[in-house]
T-cell receptor
Framework: SQQGEEDPQALSIQEGENATMNCSYK?????LQWYRQNSGRGLVHLIL?????REKHSGRLRVTLDTSKKSSSLLITASRAADTASYFCALTQSNQGGKLIFGQGTELSVKP | EAQVTQNPRYLITVTGKKLTVTCSQN?????MSWYRQDPGLGLRQIYYSMNVEVTDKGDVPEGYKVSRKEKRNFPLILESPSPNQTSLYFC??????????????FGPGTRLTVT
């Protein structure tokens, strides 16, 4: 499959803990993006990391990209109940004109 | 406010009755696309458009049509809906993706049920 594969499929943690989600893929990419989706609602862009970047930060979010291992991780530090959502990685491939290919997502539950 | 709007948000219809889901963006984006989201299958692209009058098939185009007569609008047309098109549909837009890719802005979704 060309899509990103996310791990774990579901994650349940307590407020204040860190949450780590992983995304692996099989083809070369131009960039990798992470999106968040609250139940049944539209996706919201979180962060984009290009293939020549190794790490990016945005507030409590930290994204890493290892192109040699074809994997990325999203770390949410000091999680809050409001972080409860599904998180998706999405790939932009070199030969696909910018098309996004989504993974199946990680369902994060943060318990107060 | 920069946004992508979709209408209707919810629709229940019967097999074979033509319907259109509208999508509009106010960000002057060149690139627009439609996705469907199904449990266990994630988001799959139906059609996309790189600019006015330029559209192309995504991964699951069968049973759908689109048009891009104006930059801001990208309607999704189901000429003869079938139950397997019951799904959650999202419209998205971005600055022209090219080979670099840009963040996409998503609409709120349209939940379609075909009986």
């Amino acid at each position: 499959s060309q899509q990103g594969e996310e791990d774990p499929q579901a994650l349940s943690i307590q407020e204040g803990e860190n949450a780590t989600m992983n995304c692996s893929y099989k083809t070369s990419i131009n960039n990798l993006q992470w999106y968040r989706q609250n139940s049944g609602r539209g996706l919201v862009h979180l962060i984009l990391i290009r293939s020549n970047e190794r790490e990016k930060h945005s507030g409590r979010l930290r994204v890493t990209l290892d192109t040699s291992k074809k994997s990325s991780s999203l770390l949410i530090t000091a999680s809050r109940a409001a972080d409860t959502a599904s998180y998706f990685c999405a790939l932009t491939q070199s030969n696909q004109g910018g098309k996004l290919i989504f993974g199946q997502g990680t369902e994060l539950s943060v318990k107060p | 406010e920069a946004q992508v709007t979709q209408n209707p948000r919810y629709l229940i219809t019967v097999t074979g009755k033509k319907l259109t889901v509208t999508c509009s963006q106010n960000m002057n984006h060149e690139y627009m696309s439609w996705y469907r989201q199904d449990p266990g299958l994630g988001l799959r692209q139906i059609y996309y458009s790189m600019n006015v009058e330029v559209t192309d098939k995504g991964d699951v185009p069968e049973g759908y049509k689109v048009s891009r007569k104006e930059k801001r609008n990208f309607p999704l047309i189901l000429e003869s809906p079938s139950p397997n098109q019951t799904s959650l549909y999202f419209c998205a837009s971005s600055t022209y993706a090219g080979t670099s890719g840009y963040e996409q802005y998503f609409g709120p979704g349209t939940r379609l049920t075909v009986t």
